[in-house]
């Protein structure tokens, strides 16, 4: 248990003396490249802004995050049990997906005019929902045949079997494609609140360094992203051990 | 040697109907075709097949030859597009509680434990028993194929030949009138495989019940089995049966030591010409050939 903690630990510490050596050896300039004891004034000075903001981002991507799990599982379900859909269905989706975020934002932006929350929400969901909505239908659609004959031959009817056996066996690759649109998700909530600047969320503080050639202050905005990209990370391998903590085999 | 009957159905439907209704199992004229993309792929043709209760009948032939589809007709999993099956003097015409089914890929569910495995037919299946008779029941049949103690272990933790052992104790435990075996010991290593035969005889003996067995392995089906069906190739259709005439040597049951008798070995050397004639080469056909 120790070590599970000390080694990733460990390795961060021995990132930022990396990062602090690369700075004072090339002796870059902080507009530059900051390095870690730059960030440590800029999140003095800005704490209360940060855990406000902070907060902002997180709150938003976590909605658009269950949105997007919401739409993902029931777009996967549908492809997933059916191959007509799956066929209609995909070409959509890709195209959907190809299309970079950035160049949405401005049109939710000019859609929901004002709605700087929802908007935000919107993209986050956007960028996020589509390996969710992948890992459902092949989950499903992948599921040996005998699989559904034993409870089939039993007279169980389709719900019974979809509840017993097709949902927990999904449950590992639903939480692989969790684990990928957490990152995105954020990514989505920055993108909208760094493009439509609308004055809430880590985005509009890394606006304002940027606005007032504050560039620690941008470096610490990242870090304090990375540092919640972590921990929403760990939120959901918590989840996973908990419900399909079975799919992980013992080490031997 | 039991000579080769074609069961010929026609004037004497009197005796059909009195087949029907006392054995367990009785497919009369199924004739079957799986819609490809080449048209019809015939695969089962007029194939009648009779299995008395607490029989245990196996059904060999041709890889290819429509075993496995025969399975699913009598599950009710499909429904043929001639003729019938009845199961205890009923027509099946969807899947029905009576009957338990095991596969050669032994489909435990990762998730569960071994004992909740076995436990799933009876949260299907409508029954009265309490949640601890359930178990008792389980824990019953594990025992019997020599997995107690591993109750509480998840399928990836057990060898190929224990999930196997596993899974015929799913397909028993809410006691089915039938069991439908596709091919169970088909991917286990021979001395499992014998292993799970003797199994397959302790549960028998334990708790009778009508099987039909599936194997692409002759001495397994005579070791199996009290009655042999040879198939045809696609279309299939009963081409030869075999009651199986073993004297057990040790008086009560049936070892391995009897399938080194020459009374098996005859019925090996008999079922091994059915299949060549079902494979298509007639025996000894070319001279020096093959």
Known sequence: ????????????????????????????????????????????????????????????????????????????????????????????????????????????????????????????????????????????????????????????????????IALPK???????ALKVAVTLAFIGTNLMEIVEPHGKGLGHLFDSGKISADYPLMFAVLIALAVLGILLYYVVVLLEQIFAGWAERAET | ???????????????????????????????????????????????SIKVAQNAFTAVVGPSGCGKSTLTRLIAGLMRPDEGTVWLAGEQVRSPRSTVGMAFQNPVLLEWRTILDNVLLPLEIVKNSLSRSQREARAKDLLALVGLAGFEDKR????????????????????????????????????????????????????????????????????????????????????????????????????????LYTPGASEMLATLREQIRIAQGDAPKAAPGGN
């Open chain 1, 170 to 176: 999904t449950l590992p690759e639903f939480f692989g």
């Open chain 2, 155 to 258: 399928p990836s933790e057990l060898s190929g030949g224990m999930r196997q052992r596993a899974s015929l104790c799913r397909a028993l435990v809410h006691n089915p009138d039938v069991l439908i075996l596709d091919e169970p010991f088909g991917a286990l290593d021979a001395f499992t495989r014998e292993d799970l035969w003797q199994a397959m005889h302790d549960l028998r003996r334990q708790e009778p019940f009508t099987a039909l067995l599936i194997t692409h392995d002759l001495r397994e089906s005579i070791f199996l089995a009290d009655e042999v069906v040879v198939l045809s190739g696609r279309p299939a259709t009963a081409q030869y049966v075999l009651s199986v005439d073993i004297d057990p040597t040790n008086g009560s049951h049936r070892t391995l030591d009897d």
């Open chain 1, 1 to 164: 248990m120790l070590r599970k903690i000390a080694v990733p630990l460990g390795a961060v510490l021995v990132f930022l003396v990396f990062w602090e050596w690369l700075v004072w050896v090339n002796g870059w300039p902080n507009y530059k490249m900051a390095s870690p004891s730059d960030l440590i004034p800029a999140y003095a000075k800005f704490w209360d802004l940060f855990l406000i903001y902070g907060w902002q981002t997180l709150w938003r991507t976590v909605a658009g995050l269950l949105l997007a799990i919401i739409v993902g599982v029931a777009i996967g379900m549908v492809m997933g049990l059916s191959k007509t859909v799956r066929d209609g269905l995909y070409p959509l989706l890709v195209g959907f997906n190809a299309i970079p975020k950035a160049t949405v934002v401005p049109v939710v932006a000019l859609m929901f005019v004002g709605a700087h929350d929802m908007n935000t929400i919107l993209i986050a969901f956007m960028i996020s929902f589509f390996p969710i909505a992948v890992s459902i239908s092949i989950g499903l659609s992948t599921l040996e045949p005998e699989y559904r004959d034993i409870l089939r031959s039993l007279g169980a009817s389709r719900f019974t079997i979809f509840r017993k």
């Open chain 2, 1 to 47: 040697m039991v000579a080769a009957k074609r069961p010929s159905f026609g004037p004497c439907t009197l005796s059909i109907l009195s087949s029907i209704l006392t054995d367990t199992i009785a497919l009369d004229s199924v004739t079957h075709a799986y819609d490809t993309e080449s048209g019809k792929l015939p695969v089962l043709n007029d194939l």
